[in-house]
T-cell receptor
Framework: DADVTQTPRNRITKTGKRIMLECSQT?????MYWYRQDPGLGLRLIYYSFDVKDINKGEISDGYSVSRQAQAKFSLSLESAIPNQTALYFC???????????????FGEGSRLTVL | EDQVTQSPEALRLQEGESSSLNCSYTVSGLRGLFWYRQDPGKGPEFLFT???AGEEKEKERLKATLTKKESFLHITAPKPEDSATYLC????????FGAGTRLTVKP
């Protein structure tokens, strides 16, 4: 089983619909992230959370919200989807950077969202 | 604002033809430069972290180097299985990614 699991893997929806993307992890990491990937733009940070009570906006948070339900679960919501939110979304986890680790990100396999 | 620029956007090599990928960056307070590999339909996978100018890391046919303004990912005698998109990221206040270099290695 994957260490970072995203559901759904693919979703097609219509403009104005509410969408939730879910992420769960078995790595035991405190830090979790949501990124979106667009061709030519790379990965951009939407929201991140360093523990259950900590939520922070990233580079492109407008139009998105998140919920950290537990250490292992971090969900991303689009309250009213619009076509320019069509993208590949990745959840990632990391440990606090320290002597034993570099703080690198561990990614899920992505959720492809299409908004018509 | 932190920025990461990767070049070229795409690179096609023959098997065995060595080359380098470039990652130029501006960041206030570099806390690490990361290289990731991404296969189609998959999430990025971690390759290397570099922390200071002059540092080098190697893994099989890949070697990453770092200066104060850029990093290079050198690929020696590549094989078709090295075909992937290679992403560079810098850690300042947060992790910023470049758009990637899509590498194709033909047999």
């Amino acid at each position: 089983d994957a260490d970072v699991t995203q559901t759904p893997r693919n979703r097609i929806t219509k403009t104005g619909k509410r969408i939730m993307l879910e992420c769960s992890q078995t790595k035991g990491h405190d830090r979790m992230y949501w990124y979106r990937q667009d061709p030519g733009l790379g990965l951009r940070l939407i929201y991140y959370s360093f523990d259950v009570k900590d939520i922070n906006k990233g580079e492109i948070s407008d139009g998105y919200s998140v919920s950290r339900q537990a250490q292992a679960k971090f969900s991303l919501s689009l309250e009213s989807a619009i076509p320019n939110q069509t993208a590949l979304y990745f959840c990632a986890t990391s440990e606090f950077p320290g002597v034993r680790n570099t703080g690198e990100l561990f990614f899920g396999e992505g959720s492809r969202l299409t908004v018509l | 604002e932190d920025q990461v620029t990767q070049s070229p956007e795409a690179l096609r090599l023959q098997e065995g033809e060595s080359s380098s990928l470039n990652c130029s960056y501006t960041v206030s307070g570099l806390r690490g430069l990361f290289w990731y590999r991404q296969d189609p339909g998959k999430g990025p996978e971690f390759l290397f972290t570099l922390y200071s100018a002059g540092e080098e890391k190697e893994k099989e046919r890949l070697k990453a180097t770092l200066t104060k303004k850029e990093s290079f990912l050198h690929i020696t005698a590549p094989k078709p299985e090295d075909s992937a998109t290679y992403l560079c990221a810098v850690m300042g206040n947060d992790m910023r990614f470049g758009a990637g270099t899509r590498l194709t290695v033909k047999p």
